[in-house]
């Protein structure tokens, strides 16, 4: 023993003269141990695969934002004879590149939705705020009047009511056959008087 009273152990002292270990305080200790590393592992490992998974989310928006990004570039005429030398004449070091593996279907994405965009430009659409049977109307809400006022009135000329609740929707086409019978029957009226 030293001064404190602890044992020390060393060379000097006779280990069969030493009482035994308890061998299930020992035990308790190691499970209690052991219970608590791994409880602290789980917990870390899962708190590490969720801010993985939210890094992972985040990347793929990245490489979707860019692969819509370059084919809106792409697109417009004129760019291609655009050189980036000049861009990289910075004197300040660049960060290193990453390079991510674009998926096939996001690269088909990306051009299927190119291609209704480039139609969507070919052939524009008229909403009905800009279609000119419905433009009166929509003219008349504004200022004021009831819809409950205009709805029959547009009934009474043949047009669908409920597009006045969505503007932006797409016009409906006008039937040139409603349109003729209309004038054949305005020019009949003309004459009949």
Same mark, same amino acid.
């Given at each position: 023993?030293?001064v404190?009273g602890?044992?020390?152990?060393?060379a000097?002292?006779?280990l069969?003269?030493?009482?035994?270990?308890?061998?299930?305080?020992?035990?308790?200790?190691?499970?209690?141990?052991?219970?608590?590393?791994?409880?602290?592992l789980?917990?870390?490992?899962?708190?590490?695969?969720?801010?993985l998974?939210?890094i992972?989310?985040r990347?793929q928006?990245?490489?979707?934002?860019?692969?819509i %990004?370059?084919?809106?570039l @792409?697109?417009? =005429?004129?760019?291609?004879?655009?050189e980036?030398s +000049?861009?990289?004449?910075?004197? &300040?070091p660049?960060?290193?590149?990453?390079?991510?593996?674009v998926?096939?279907?996001?690269?088909?994405?990306?051009?299927q939705s190119r291609?209704?965009?480039?139609?969507?430009?070919?052939?524009?659409?008229?909403t009905?705020?800009?279609?000119?049977?419905?433009?009166?109307?929509?003219?008349?809400?504004?200022?004021?009047?009831?819809?409950?006022?205009?709805?029959p009135?547009?009934?009474?000329?043949?047009l669908?009511?409920?597009? %006045?609740d969505t503007p932006? @929707?797409?016009? =409906?086409?006008?039937?040139?056959?409603?349109a003729? +019978?209309?004038?054949?029957?305005? &020019?009949?009226?003309e004459?009949?008087?």
């Amino acid at each position: 023993m030293d001064v404190d009273g602890l044992p020390i152990v060393g060379a000097s002292v006779d280990l069969t003269k030493l009482a035994p270990i308890h061998q299930k305080r020992t035990l308790a200790f190691i499970n209690h141990f052991l219970s608590h590393t791994v409880d602290f592992l789980n917990k870390f490992a899962s708190v590490c695969e969720t801010k993985l998974e939210e890094i992972n989310v985040r990347i793929q928006r990245i490489e979707t934002s860019l692969c819509i %990004l370059e084919a809106k570039l @792409s697109s417009i =005429p004129g760019l291609e004879d655009v050189e980036t030398s +000049e861009l990289n004449a910075d004197p &300040t070091p660049s960060p290193p590149q990453i390079v991510a593996k674009v998926d096939e279907n996001m690269v088909s994405e990306v051009k299927q939705s190119r291609e209704v965009f480039e139609e969507k430009l070919e052939n524009p659409v008229m909403t009905v705020s800009q279609d000119p049977r419905y433009a009166k109307y929509m003219k008349l809400i504004q200022m004021g009047v009831p819809p409950m006022a205009v709805r029959p009135k547009m009934l009474a000329e043949g047009l669908d009511p409920d597009l %006045l609740d969505t503007p932006n @929707s797409p016009a =409906p086409e006008q039937n040139h056959n409603t349109a003729n +019978e209309s004038e054949s029957s305005d &020019t009949n009226s003309e004459f009949t008087d």
